[in-house]
């Protein structure tokens, strides 16, 4: 089922751009990231059924392939309006932002996508995208701050990145995920009352107690979602993969992540004290280090992490991509 699922994800190909890419690269990476998805997913999976044939035997392993597969096939999707709203978007028109348009078009034929995602505006100043909904039916909302900081060939990247998601179905992909973890936890709860009712009749019947079982079941909730975590990190490599394939260019990725990292760098220098750093362990992570990141994209194009150069483009931004009437200073 997990294999059925990559090929559902990864089952057409994305025309690549010939622009300082290397097609070896590219390929070598793409296969290494199926395979690490596949992995991820066959390990919650396993986890879940390993679960329910501690607790109910055989059929408690039976119960929970089915109910892996049920969830498979009927993963709901988050409503995208819903999560635009909570984020105060508003849909773009063509005459508002033409260059943005271009670019989302541009792109979306070239990943085959059935239909052109809706472009929205999020007025904020943190630079920020994200994409929402199905390949059929999608939108892309861009922040205040992509549009303010960033050219028009780091904005390409970073719509390439989210088209790459919406391509990939990574959207319905992490919500099957999330699924899998809250069963995983109804499960592990509904085995850790189960021994605290039996846990008095086995001592007092001097009945050995297994060990590690009960930590298993203890501790399963969290090795499901540290699995989920690096599932989420995976998938934003292989968006950053296919987004340099759909461009030809890694680096104007790498460019707009660059000026994202050291954004929200000075964000949290100034919400803290100076100095001040706040650790993120990399299990702990939803989005990879961007420095691997980075890494990578520049092993693509060919170059080491250094050739990567970041330019203040504040104030500097084209009128032909976005014409709306900005945050007021």
């Known amino acids: 089922m997990f294999f059925a699922w990559v090929y559902l994800i990864h089952g057409e190909e994305i025309a690549m751009g010939t ?6 690269a590219y390929y070598t990476g793409k ?14 999976g396993g986890l879940f059924g390993l679960l329910g044939w501690m607790i109910f035997g055989t059929t408690g392993l039976v119960w929970a392939l089915l ?11 988050v409503s995208p309006w819903m999560v635009l709203k909570m ?10 932002a033409p260059g943005l348009f271009e670019i989302v078009s541009d792109l979306s034929h070239r990943a085959d996508l059935p239909a052109y995602p809706l472009l929205y505006y999020v007025p904020s100043r943190i630079m920020n995208a994200f994409s929402v909904g ?14 303010r900081y960033l050219d028009r060939r780091e904005i390409s990247g970073v719509l390439a990145h989210e088209i790459t998601h919406i391509k990939n179905n990574d959207l319905r992909l992490h919500a099957l995920a999330d699924l899998m973890t809250r069963v995983t936890s109804t499960f592990s709860f509904l085995g850790q009352v189960l021994i605290i009712i039996y846990l008095p009749l086995a001592m007092f019947a001097k009945t050995d107690i297994p060990l590690i079982p ?44 660059q000026k994202m990292d050291r954004h929200e760098r000075s964000i949290w220098d100034f919400v803290y004290l100076p100095g001040r750093k706040q650790p993120h362990p ?3 992570r939803t989005h990879p280090h ?40």
């Open 214 to 257: 009960i930590l298993l079941l203890i501790f399963a909730p969290s090795l499901s979602m540290l699995l989920q975590l690096a599932l989420s990190r995976t998938r934003e490599f292989d968006a950053d993969l296919g987004a340099a394939g759909l461009t030809g260019d890694p680096m104007g990725l790498a460019s707009a992540l």
């Open 282 to 284: 990399s299990l702990l």
């Open 67 to 77: 109910v892996v597969s049920l969830l498979f096939l009927s993963t709901p999707r």
């Open 31 to 44: 296969y290494h990231l199926l395979f690490q998805t596949a992995v991820i997913l066959a390990g919650m």
């Open 290 to 329: 961007t420095r691997e990141r980075l890494e990578r994209l520049s092993s693509l194009a060919g170059y080491d992490e250094k050739h990567i150069i970041d330019k203040d483009t504040q104030g500097k931004i084209d009128n032909s991509i976005f014409r709306l009437e900005r945050m007021h200073e």
């Open 87 to 96: 984020y105060r978007a508003r849909q773009l028109s063509y005459d508002e």
């Open 19 to 24: 622009r300082n890419i290397s097609h070896r």
């Open 134 to 147: 199905s390949a059929k039916s999608s939108a892309i909302a861009v922040s205040d701050g992509i549009l």
